[in-house]
Every structure is written in C-alpha cells, then in structure tokens.
C-alpha cells in the first residue's frame, strides 16, 4: 500500500505517469533510505554503472523519451543492478521461476565460486536433454530460454488432467448404466 503511495506521489511530482524505471531524485530516496553522505554513495554507484544518473521519461507519441525539463534522478532499472545477484542458484534445491529478463542475471555456484549459469545449463534446467542443438548465440538463447516453457512439467500437468478427466467420464459412464438398469 505504502509502496503504490509512494509511486504515485513521485509520479506526481513530475507531472508524469509512474513508471517502472522512474528516476528518483535525492529527495524522493530519502523517503526510504537517509544517510548523511547519500548523494556521495549515490553518485559513488553512478560512476561503478550500478545507476543511472538521468532524467524521467515521458510519453511522446507512445514512446518514452527523457524530459530535460525534470530533475535529474538516480535509475536503478537502466544500471547493473537491474539485475540482482540475489539468484544464485542452490545446486541441490529447486530453480525459482525463470524469465527472460532473469536468464542472464542467474548465477550458480561451483568449486572456483560464482559463475553465470551457462546456456546448456539453462536448458537443461528447461528440460532439454544434453545432446539438444541450440547454436544461437547466448544473448539470444538466454532470452528464448526466459520465453519458454519447461516441457517435462507440462507433461506431467497435461497427464494428470487427462487422468482426471478420463475417471470423470467413467464415472458417468457407470451412473448412465445405473439408471439404464433402472429404467
């Protein structure tokens, strides 16, 4: 509730519609995180490129463009950390719920550290078996892959409705012969 406040209230601020990748400025980060040396850390993160110093957009014929004409603010969305590093992989748990935005974003853990998780293993977290061709290149592949579905679990849901379904018909199909012999 807070949160949709809050969004709402920034969006007002610059007379625009909220968006997801709004720029905030130093005013509206202080709403939520107040430290004494914030602009210092801010613009410390700009330079590493885990912001974006910029503008907010407006619509202009569909499309967002920056406005020069608003405050500039500090954008999470268009910088390193939109994609967090929060989703490394447990090797002997279960994957969370991929996207294409998150393929790339993913990290699994081996005997040298963090790595990104590789193409191959993506697709074998889809499902695909080993010997599966995917020549594309990995920008494209971790996208169609964040696109996909993971075909073994679909079989399985499928299998089940069509279990459930057949029992259903033979259970009508027993209650039709009970009233034929009624009758």
Partial sequence: MLKER???KWAEDYGID???????????????YDSDNLKEILDDLVQKKYLRLEHPKRKVNG??????????GYNIVTGKMSFEVNKILDPKGQAPTLVAMDMQGLYVVDEKGIRNLSLREGLRLFGYPDDYKFDIAPDLGYDLLGNTVVVPVIAF???RLLEAHYREVEVISDEVEI????V
């Avoid at 968006?19 to 005013?27: F, H, Q, S, V």
């Avoid at 499309?63 to 500039?72: G, S």
């Fill in 6 to 8: 809050r969004k709402k």
């Fill in 63 to 72: 499309v967002r463009k920056q406005d020069p004409t608003l405050p500039l």
């Fill in 157 to 159: 849901v499928a299998e």
């Fill in 18 to 32: 909220w968006m997801d990748g709004m720029p905030l400025t130093i005013k509206h980060i202080r709403t939520f």
């Fill in 179 to 182: 009233i034929r012999r009624a």
